[in-house]
Nanobody
């Protein structure tokens, strides 16, 4: 059973940086492509970024492009999201996800972490 555990959230001021991590265990060979999504109060879960297993090709939502960076490390068992120049509208619970295909659609992902809160104050 694949398990994803996020860490690194917190309360920061606008303009600050935060690095989220997602540790994957239990074997992700059938769902190697990974992504980050977020959900703000009263809003639907939205795509943030994704990375392919085969060649580490990355995809970003327009709202975070140039500010956020998705990457893998530790032999591809840890997923990271470096978030720079944070804005109050980035406030949300951030989730990592793993799936057999890389997609901007949350329904394409099979496994999900429990989420980590990021709050950006103005």
């Amino acid at each position: 059973q694949v398990q994803l555990v996020e860490s690194g959230g917190g309360l920061v001021q606008a303009g600050a940086s935060v690095r989220l991590s997602c540790a994957a265990s239990g074997g992700t060979f059938s769902s190697p492509n990974m992504g980050w999504f977020r959900q703000a109060p009263g809003k639907e879960r939205e795509f943030v970024a994704a990375i392919t297993w085969s060649d580490d090709f990355t995809y970003y939502a327009d709202s975070v492009k140039g500010r956020f960076t998705i990457a893998r490390d530790n032999g591809k068992s840890t997923l990271a999201l470096q978030m720079d120049s944070l804005k109050p509208e980035d406030t949300a619970v951030y989730y990592c996800a793993a799936g057999s295909v890389v997609s901007r659609n949350s329904r394409s992902y099979t496994y999900w972490g429990q989420g980590t809160q990021v709050t950006v104050s103005s």
